[in-house]
T-cell receptor, first 113, second 116 residues
Framework: NAGVTQTPKFQVLKTGQSMTLQCAQD?????MSWYRQDPGMGLRLIHY???????DQGEVPNGYNVSRSTTEDFPLRLLSAAPSQTSVYFC????????????FGPGTRLLVL | AQKITQTQPGMFVQEKEAVTLDCTYD???????LFWYKQPSSGEMIFLIY??????QNATEGRYSLNFQKARKSANLVISASQLGDSAMYFC?????????????FGSGTRLLVRP
């Protein structure tokens, strides 16, 4: 059981480049989300999805796009990378039913030069 | 607005002793959930324990227990019999049940170092 997987683990970008962070889960969870973690801080919600075809913005959505074409996958796109997007990105998933626990992926470390 | 406060940036504990990590919260939601996550140096976020605001008893999971004091709005994590592998960052988080985004609000974390 893989749980939540993320690729790549590390990425270095130049300012203005675009890229997609991949996230997949095999637990048939309806809900998926993206968080970013900056030094000395907890995680902040970027975007989330409550099911295939449904996405919405979180606290810090600017500069990011998401789509949810399948239950399993929830990619995060950086349209034009900026140094302020240097961070660690976590994908998470959960069921929207009874259990409250959110399961996190291993994270992607992104450095924008 | 919802907020989580962790006032201990760093803590030391001797191996095999118990330690309490503090967490206070603020919310206007009548129903909410409180979580603790562990983040070791490898970086992943590991779920430890969950407490619902209407749960009658404090949550326990092995060596972890959550000291929930609703009137004080505190949800402290107690780790009994500390082990060297407990050295990590610990984050307290909250979700308001009225929030349809299922967003977790995180505190800034406490770094725990277990001494041999």
């Amino acid at each position: 059981n893989a749980g939540v997987t993320q690729t790549p683990k590390f990425q270095v970008l130049k300012t203005g480049q675009s890229m997609t962070l991949q996230c997949a889960q095999d637990m048939n969870h309806e809900y998926m989300s993206w968080y970013r973690q900056d030094p000395g801080m907890g995680l902040r919600l970027i975007h989330y999805s409550v099911g295939a075809g449904i996405t919405d913005q979180g606290e810090v959505p600017n500069g990011y796009n998401v789509s949810r074409s399948t239950t399993e996958d929830f990619p995060l796109r950086l349209l034009s990378a900026a140094p302020s997007q240097t961070s660690v990105y976590f994908c998470a998933s959960r069921t929207v039913r009874y259990q409250e626990t959110q399961y996190f992926g291993p994270g992607t470390r992104l450095l924008v030069l | 607005a919802q907020k989580i406060t962790q006032t201990q940036p760093g803590m030391f504990v001797q191996e095999k002793e118990a330690v309490t990590l503090d967490c206070t919260y603020d919310t206007s939601d009548p129903s909410y959930g409180l979580f603790w996550y562990k983040q070791p140096s490898s970086g992943e976020m590991i779920f430890l324990i969950y407490q619902g605001s209407y749960d009658q008893q404090n949550a326990t999971e092995g060596r972890y227990s959550l000291n929930f004091q609703k009137a004080r709005k505190s949800a402290n994590l107690v780790i009994s019999a500390s082990q060297l592998g407990d050295s990590a960052m610990y984050f307290c988080a909250m979700r308001g049940r009225m929030d349809s985004s299922y967003k977790l609000i995180f505190g800034s974390g406490t770094r725990l170092l277990v001494r041999p």
